[in-house]
């Protein structure tokens, strides 16, 4: 069985500017304290995210494929994989980000699937399921006070 996690927002922001927050490293950096990045914004291209830096090293690491770029609306990612140094390595999940503009504000779907049983898949979904509606706050908070 394959679960899947979605959450939305609305945020008084372009779609162009959702998406760069999403794609920019310092963007990254600033809203969701993602400590190094490389991402090629092209279909096919490499998405790749790190947070928390520690003497001992990187502790989570997001790595995935852009499937689909679209720099007005449209961000989707395959084979993601999620390492972190306490854990297997889990994967491969899809993550879809897509924006619907209106004439002031836009609403952001995220969608990320991929789940499978065990107990390690079943401790990432609750953290997903989690954490997705606190980082769109995050986003939004930032979006909105820029």
Same mark, same amino acid.
């Given at each position: 069985?394959? /679960?899947?996690?979605?959450?939305?927002?609305?945020?008084?922001?372009?779609?162009?500017?959702?998406?760069?927050?999403?794609?920019?490293?310092?963007?990254?950096?600033?809203?969701?304290?993602?400590?190094?990045? !490389?991402?090629?914004?092209?279909?096919?291209? +490499?998405?790749?995210?790190?947070?928390?830096?520690?003497?001992?090293?990187?502790?989570?690491?997001?790595?995935?494929?852009?499937? !689909?770029?679209?720099?007005?609306?449209? /961000?989707?990612?395959?084979? $993601? /994989?999620?390492?972190?140094?306490?854990?297997?390595?889990?994967?491969?999940? &899809?993550?879809?980000?897509?924006?619907?503009?209106?004439?002031?504000?836009?609403?952001?779907?995220?969608?990320?699937?991929? !789940?499978?049983?065990?107990?390690?898949?079943?401790?990432?979904?609750?953290? $997903? &399921?989690?954490?997705?509606?606190?980082? /769109?706050?995050?986003?939004?908070?930032?979006?909105?006070? +820029?």
């Amino acid at each position: 069985m394959r /679960l899947f996690v979605e959450s939305q927002i609305r945020i008084k922001a372009s779609s162009q500017r959702i998406l760069a927050a999403f794609t920019d490293i310092e963007d990254l950096e600033k809203w969701w304290g993602v400590y190094k990045a !490389f991402v090629q914004k092209k279909d096919g291209g +490499l998405y790749t995210l790190t947070w928390l830096r520690t003497i001992e090293g990187i502790k989570f690491i997001s790595t995935g494929r852009i499937r !689909f770029f679209d720099r007005r609306s449209h /961000l989707h990612l395959e084979d $993601v /994989l999620y390492i972190n140094y306490d854990k297997p390595i889990l994967g491969p999940f &899809t993550i879809t980000y897509d924006i619907e503009e209106h004439s002031h504000y836009s609403i952001l779907k995220v969608k990320q699937g991929g !789940f499978e049983k065990g107990p390690d898949h079943e401790w990432y979904y609750k953290a $997903v &399921t989690e954490g997705w509606p606190e980082a /769109l706050v995050m986003l939004k908070t930032y979006l909105e006070n +820029l």
